[in-house]
T-cell receptor, first 112, second 115 residues
C-alpha cells in the first residue's frame, strides 16, 4: 500500500463549479499537510498547508484534514480556467527530516 | 529575484553517457533536494542535502550521484547505470530539513530524454 493515494483524474469541470480534490494516507505520524499546484511542464508551487486536523481557507481554496480517517481534501470554489493544473498532496511528519511524501497528483481541467 | 534555477530546460542523453543537471538557489536555504517525476507516479526523492559537503540517499538513488560543495549549488549526475533516465527532474530547497511546516520551493525542472 502506498503511503499516499490520490486519484490521478483527469477531472474535467465547467467554469464556476466547486471542485473537490482528495487524498488518503496510511502513516498516522503525518502532522503537516501541503497542497502543491503544478502547471504543465513547470515546477510545483506551494498552494496551501495545514497542521493536524481541521480546515484552512485562503480565498477560493479550502484545505481540510481529517486525521481520524486519514483523509485530506482541497476544495476550489468558483473554479476558473486558470485553475487547470495538476494538484499534488504532500503530507509529512513533524520529525527531524523535512521529507515530503507526494501523491501522484490529480489533473484538473476547468472548461470555459 | 530570489529563486531556484535549473539548467538546461531539456537535455538529451546518449547510451552510456553521464549527464549533469544543474540546480542553483539564491534563497540562502540550507537544504536542497532532487526529485524525479514520471507520469502516474508523482515525485520521488533521489537525494537530499542538509548542509554543505553532506548528502543522503532518497528512495531511488541508484544510478545517480550528487555533490554539495557550495550552499547555493546541488548538481545531479545521471550515470550510465541509470537504465531508465527519461523523466522530469525537479530540484527543490528549504530553509532546513527540520520538522514543522517548513516547506520546499521548487525549480522549473529539467526534462531528460534518451536518444
Amino acid at each position: 500500500q502506498k503511503e499516499v493515494e490520490q486519484d490521478p483524474g483527469p477531472l474535467s469541470v465547467p467554469e464556476g463549479a466547486i471542485v473537490s480534490l482528495n487524498c488518503t494516507y496510511s502513516n498516522s505520524a503525518f502532522q503537516y499537510f501541503m497542497w502543491y499546484r503544478q502547471y504543465s511542464r513547470k515546477g510545483p508551487e506551494l498552494l496551501m498547508y495545514t497542521y493536524s486536523s481541521g480546515n484552512k481557507e485562503d480565498g477560493r481554496f479550502t484545505a481540510q484534514v481529517d486525521k481520524s480517517s486519514k483523509y485530506i481534501s482541497l476544495f476550489i470554489r468558483d473554479s476558473q480556467p486558470s485553475d487547470s493544473a495538476t494538484y499534488l498532496c504532500a503530507p509529512k511528519s513533524g520529525g527531524a527530516t523535512n521529507k515530503l511524501i507526494f501523491g501522484t497528483g490529480t489533473l484538473l481541467a476547468v472548461q470555459p | 529575484d530570489g529563486g531556484i534555477t535549473q539548467s538546461p530546460k531539456y537535455l538529451f542523453r546518449k547510451e552510456g553517457q553521464n549527464v549533469t543537471l544543474s540546480c542553483e538557489q539564491n534563497l540562502n536555504h540550507d537544504a536542497m533536494y532532487w526529485y524525479r517525476q514520471d507520469p502516474g507516479q508523482g515525485l520521488r526523492l533521489i537525494y537530499y542535502s542538509q548542509i554543505v559537503n553532506d548528502f543522503q540517499k532518497g528512495d531511488i538513488a541508484e544510478g545517480y550521484s550528487v555533490s554539495r560543495e557550495k550552499k547555493e549549488s546541488f548538481p545531479l549526475t545521471v550515470t550510465s547505470a541509470q537504465k531508465n533516465p527519461t523523466a522530469f527532474y525537479l530540484c527543490a530547497s528549504s530553509r532546513s530539513t527540520a520538522g514543522g511546516w517548513e516547506t520546499q520551493y521548487f525549480g522549473p525542472g529539467t526534462r531528460l530524454l534518451v536518444l
